[in-house]
């Protein structure tokens, strides 16, 4: 007798580690942390120029952004960045416009060096500013016609390794390049991302938290298969959209079996959110799982006054807004918690800064390759998205005839 | 022999129209576009200072937010408009180290006024900066704590009538006034909502193609229990976080058969989510519809220049920005259409104006209304967040015992 068996199941921690191991020499995200970073910070400090603008889109534009919107506010960064990374016109215009393009560095992202998004921005910008060697950074793979074009104009140039996916890309150039220019330091935010992979292969902590989590998520999916973050921080809004595009574009996938995986991913801010999505949460369908992310230690210390106006809630007076906001996320919590079926985990980050959102978003790196694997699907690739592409490039060329 | 028959069921269009008819007895919003507007406008011209503020958190913000959003970087707007509307104090903290607080008027919104971010903003702001009636406005139900604040302090006071709930508030005071100060049309944002509101209850296309989405979308609600938007113009992004509020609030409920009902909604802008949330949709489970929305005429004419850099992409020469995303989101439509089981709906916008956007906004409440009464269920409580609020309330008390 042979006995096949190819069907759908549950693999053993140690096949995944094992998997997510040998893997490392075809997925090139893992070691990003471990990589010299001498040539980046030696370009960052020769840039003069007063604001940074990022051309890019997705996986391009999704980790740097989340960074910088965790980081600016708190952390005193000497640049400002900028994405253009949509073509809509209003806001292409409305950002040029505020923008002193004489004493602005573009660097130009995009892995296969022919994303229509970013090279439509640049081809405007062109007829706006000219582009040379002083105001232009190109970061793509080697040999793409964007590589091509920064020879050309000997542009700086970074490169994108090959086996390094967008969505896994803000530990390469793609992140540190622009970080770096407006003051981020890269390294000790690379070792953030570094503490989480030597203890997760180091079978610490990370690797208990993260192998019971994505087991989890996935023995449970058919049942709630929708994944909520809940931030309590509103410079986590970058991140929640980061997290929205990892998740989505990795695991939303037909797998070795051609059964359809799908966990929706949401991102929600609180206490905002809590006058929003809550009741969805609580009275709704039971459908979800729900991450929250609170902070530590917020390092701004402003409390509300005794003896100010409305006194009938003279109860928050004394109170710090630190204190308050962290009381608003863990009353949410027990909320919750009292409920049966609503599956919840807390993550606390110490403070804001590079170090804490490299580990954050390092660590969500790791769950979605675990979760990946125990699903069954290449959690690496995105071919749903390649019928639009096609579509849109056939209409453009059809529309060419007529110029 | 006796029948009684209480279960779910689908209601017939003309049911439906006869309870929505009924509402309007009891909820409010249904008649909010059809309000003199007189004293809001007269109160907007003798605003001289150059910042508005809005101090206020879900249905008191997002309304106004969104449309402020859409207009922003289009439209000529007379004032900056910013929203406190968290406890986040790095938040806080550096909105108001933008502002000019001399010149500075505060709008300060809660429906029932006492909601705790609201009142802990304005006890905090009372101490950087003098409060009374020539910087500060009040917008609350009548014989609130934070009505009589404002009687004492003779600040100028706005009414959101009992039977206006917060996520529907936005044609009434609580979007109208910090709109109108900023230089909005008001009237002609008014104009946009009557015309949905006349032409579906008079029967029109509005009413027929309303019924028939809410239809679709309540018989459907177990296979596709999750609805995206899909906006091609970043300009909507405030749109899609006030439509979330709308539908997750309103519809997240438990029925009269004691069901959990819930609709998960998403927002996501086009084409930036090309590149993150499109893959799960094409390829994830199927439990999605999707709802385009572009834009006929965004009134920009930038064009991509001839003999531009990346001539490998030079198929894009001589398109303008406007077609270019038209084109995008023509094309993400067609691969979703070839898709068996991804049921999507396109809605056009004239253009980017009060008129347009307040149109589109009335056409949700009304879709959200109907949904809501064929699923049986209160759209306008939501009883799933007053756990977590109880829960704040007894630990802030407890906590101050120690003060």
Not at 151 to 177: D, M
Request: glycine letters at 6%; hydrophobic letters at 40%; charged letters at 25%.
């Amino acid at each position: 007798m042979h006995y096949f068996k190819n069907f759908y199941q549950i693999r053993s921690n140690e096949y995944i580690l094992d998997k997510l191991k040998k893997e490392q020499e075809s997925i090139g995200y893992y070691k990003l942390p471990f990589n010299d970073t001498t040539e980046i910070k030696e370009f960052a400090d020769s840039v003069n120029r007063q604001t940074v603008v990022v051309i890019g889109i997705g996986g391009s534009s999704l980790g740097a952004s989340a960074i910088y919107d965790f980081l600016k506010r708190k952390n005193n960064l000497k640049k400002r960045l900028i994405f253009l990374e949509t073509t809509d016109p209003i806001d292409i215009n409305s950002k040029l416009d505020s923008l002193n393009l004489d004493d602005t560095l573009f660097i130009v992202i995009s892995k296969s060096g022919t994303t229509v998004e970013t090279i439509a921005i640049l081809k405007y910008l062109s007829s706006k500013v000219e582009l040379n060697k002083s105001n232009l950074v190109v970061i793509s793979e080697t040999n793409t016609p964007l590589h091509k074009y920064a020879k050309e104009i000997e542009a700086k140039f970074f490169e994108v390794p090959k086996n390094v996916g967008g969505r896994f890309s803000v530990f390469s150039a793609v992140g540190l390049v622009p970080l770096a220019t407006i003051g981020v330091d890269i390294d000790n935010m690379l070792n953030g991302a570094k503490k989480v992979y030597n203890n997760f292969f180091k079978k610490q902590k990370e690797y208990d938290i993260l192998m019971e989590k994505a087991r989890f998520i996935v023995e449970n999916k058919n049942r709630f298969n929708i994944n909520v973050i809940f931030s309590y921080l509103s410079a986590l809004e970058g991140f929640n959209k980061w997290y929205v595009q990892l998740w989505a574009e990795s695991l939303g996938k037909i797998n070795i079996n051609g059964t359809r995986q799908g966990l929706t991913p949401i991102g929600l801010v609180g206490p905002i959110d809590q006058h929003s999505f809550l009741q969805l949460i609580m009275e709704g369908k039971r459908d979800k799982t729900v991450t929250f992310i609170k902070v530590a230690d917020f390092e701004e210390k402003i409390v509300i006054p005794k003896n100010s106006p409305i006194s009938e809630l003279d109860y928050l007076e004394g109170i710090s807004f630190s204190k308050l906001i962290d009381m608003q996320a863990d009353a949410t919590i027990e909320a919750i918690s009292k409920e049966e079926d609503i599956p919840y985990d807390v993550i606390t980050i110490d403070k804001v800064d590079e170090y804490n959102i490299a580990e954050l978003m390092f660590t969500y790196e790791l769950l979605v390759s675990i979760i990946g694997t125990f699903m069954q699907i290449n959690t690496y690739d995105q071919p749903g998205v390649e019928s639009g592409k096609i579509i849109l490039k056939e209409k453009l060329k059809a529309l060419k005839w007529y110029f």
